[in-house]
């Protein structure tokens, strides 16, 4: 805002000067034109001089209203009262000519300089309120809203952001308010999950303690020698067994609670054209692969309906193409297009994979990274929520090495 003052003030500086030179442009007109009226008396005193005064003509004047030639040899007092215009005396060829004119160029300058300054003033306080209409409008809804992701950074999301009233900002703020939302059931669920878990985990602690201390008491009966019947050995190795097989249930409901899908993605199963999510992806990616000097290839294909979410559509070509930039050499990223048995396939080709054969089929696991990642940053997340999100929109994804290159294919069903 501080700067928006400065700039106001320069502005307001800038046409206060604007006004002033027009003023003294307008004003100084005077020195630069000179008396035109005078041009008109000098024409006409050479045309008397030469032809007479009965051969001139005023039709064509435009300042010089009347010539009097003075009757006597001396003008006397009547010579110079008769008129009420200005006038100028000349003497050509011995005569006195009185030569009427009518100038009035400096009420002309001040109408002129009125209308200027009118218009001039008119622009300036226009100006003034667009810019005021800026600063309240614009400028102070911004900056309120531009406090809302640190707010958001400090896990303050119970108050929703306010729309001005002159909606400038209405997307902005129903964006800021689902984010804000969005951050606040997730906090939710991972409380809750949180809590599952701790809960399960108590719980399948004491489950487990019951078995685990009657396979102890078992095991240490036998050490000592306490059953030395063939009959009662092979009942407590059978019991023991049986407890064995109730651990290994605990430990498979473990297993199963820690598979389940702990990010809670979510994904609508809508409709849209395949040219949508292409124009989507390429008008960021063509910019930015340019600016990085990464070729970038998007090959033919044939427009059509396929099912999914848009929005969750162009968020996993997002996540394969930062992955081609970021495991790539650098030298070309490609989108090929192709249809097999209903489905619409988009595969992202990159040159430069690094990634061993043995580890392709991990990498769409959750926390898997390959040993081509150790220098790059990242979570071991990005193609499991990939698959995740396709499985979603009864899609799927998959991956090839070819050549030397790696092909990662997303499949759509069409309509």
């Not at 992955?323 to 988009?346: H, M, R």
Request: glycine share 8%; with cysteine.
């Amino acid at each position: 805002m501080k700067s928006f003052r400065k700039f106001f003030w320069a502005v307001i500086v800038s046409a206060l000067a604007i006004l002033a030179a027009a003023n003294l442009f307008l004003w100084g007109q005077e020195t630069h034109n000179g008396s035109p009226y005078r041009v008109e008396i000098g024409r006409l005193a050479r045309a008397i001089e030469a032809d007479g005064l009965a051969h001139i003509s005023l039709s064509d004047c435009l300042y010089v209203t009347d010539v009097v030639l003075c009757e006597g040899q001396f003008p006397d007092a009547a010579f110079y009262e008769d008129t009420d215009a200005d006038y100028q005396i000349r003497v050509v060829g011995g005569k006195t000519y009185r030569f009427d004119y009518i100038y009035q160029a400096k009420e002309e300058r001040q109408r002129l300089a009125a209308g200027v300054n009118l218009f001039l003033a008119a622009m300036v306080l226009l100006l003034l309120c667009a810019m005021f209409f800026v600063r309240n409008g614009i400028l102070k809804p911004f900056e309120i809203l531009s406090g809302m992701p640190y707010e958001l950074s400090r896990g303050n999301l119970t108050v929703p952001v306010k729309e001005s009233k002159y909606r400038f900002f209405g997307r902005f703020v129903w964006g800021m308010n689902v984010l804000r939302e969005n951050l606040e059931q997730h906090r939710q669920s991972e409380l809750a999950l949180q809590r599952e878990k701790k809960t399960l985990v108590i719980s399948l602690s004491h489950d487990i303690k019951t078995p685990l201390s009657a396979i102890k008491l078992y095991a240490k009966a036998l050490s000592k020698g306490l059953y030395r019947e063939g009959e009662k050995q092979l009942e407590i190795a059978a019991s023991i067994g049986a407890k064995a097989d109730e651990i290994e249930k605990y430990l498979g409901q473990i297993i199963e609670a820690s598979s389940q899908d702990f990010l809670n993605l979510q994904a609508e199963q809508g409709e849209f054209y395949l040219s949508e999510l292409v124009r989507e992806v390429c008008g960021y990616y063509r910019e930015k692969l340019q600016l990085m000097k990464i070729g970038f290839s998007v090959g033919e294909y044939s427009d059509c309906i396929v099912k999914g979410d848009l929005d969750r559509s162009v968020e996993v070509l997002q996540n394969i193409i930062e992955n081609a930039v970021k495991y790539g050499d650098g030298q070309n990223i490609a989108l090929s297009f192709s249809e097999e048995e209903g489905c619409s396939l988009v595969t992202v080709e990159n040159t430069g994979c690094t990634l061993p054969q043995a580890e392709l089929p991990h990498i769409f696991e959750s926390f898997i990274r390959g040993t081509n990642a150790e220098n790059e940053n990242g979570s071991g997340l990005g193609l499991y929520i990939c698959r995740q999100l396709m499985h979603k929109m009864q899609g799927d994804i998959f991956a090839e090495i070819k050549g030397g290159r790696m092909h990662v294919t997303v499949i759509f069903l069409m309509v």
